[in-house]
């Protein structure tokens, strides 16, 4: 499985301009649910996920999504723990054919993966966003496999990370 070690060989190699993506057939909802299902072992969250219209197999780098979802869902639970007694984070996740992606960098051109997590763990100052490590390393390797990370922090103490990435369908 993708973890620290091969996250820190990732920001290497976008450095040097060597990140290659291991592509392959998944089901989005089935990768979100598994990393929905890791993360409740952990800690005592009941994370709500909505599938819009997902398809049931997409080509992407699935191992490297896992992570990022995973580092998304881990650091939302840590900041609702911060400053309320809450588990609610809410998860939606659609393929969207008008996000804008990178398709230059990642060379798909047929649809992006759009998850978007919400959490209740406060406003994130903008000056503390460039700030937080985690935050960082999802954004670099977002963009390295042409997408983006964007966080909505404007609401009343909500938080709302959006995480698109190129995917293919499998032919």
Avoid: W
């Avoid at 598994?34 to 819009?52: G, N, Q, R, W, Y």
């Avoid at 191992?63 to 998304?72: Q, V, W």
């Avoid at 997590?117 to 406003?123: H, L, N, S, Y």
């Amino acid at each position: 499985m993708y973890g620290n070690f091969c996250e820190f060989n990732d920001l290497i190699n976008i450095q040097n301009d060597n990140f290659i993506q291991n592509m392959t057939d998944f089901e989005p909802k089935a990768l979100i649910c598994s990393v929905l299902t890791e993360v409740m072992e952990v800690c005592d969250c009941k994370p709500v996920f909505e599938a819009i219209d997902l398809p049931k197999c997409v080509v992407g780098d699935k191992d490297r999504l896992k992570y990022i979802l995973a580092l998304l869902v881990k650091n939302s639970i840590k900041r609702n723990n911060q400053y309320y007694d809450l588990d609610l984070i809410n998860i939606s996740a659609h393929v969207s054919d008008n996000q804008e992606v990178d398709f230059d960098l990642s060379g798909f051109r047929d649809r992006t993966l759009v998850v978007n997590i919400t959490d209740q763990g406060g406003k994130i100052p903008n000056e503390k966003i460039k700030n937080v490590k985690e935050i960082s390393t999802i954004k670099e390797i977002a963009k390295a496999m042409g997408g983006k990370l964007k966080i909505d922090s404007s609401g009343y103490d909500l938080t709302t990370f959006e995480l698109s990435l190129p995917i293919q369908f499998p032919h």
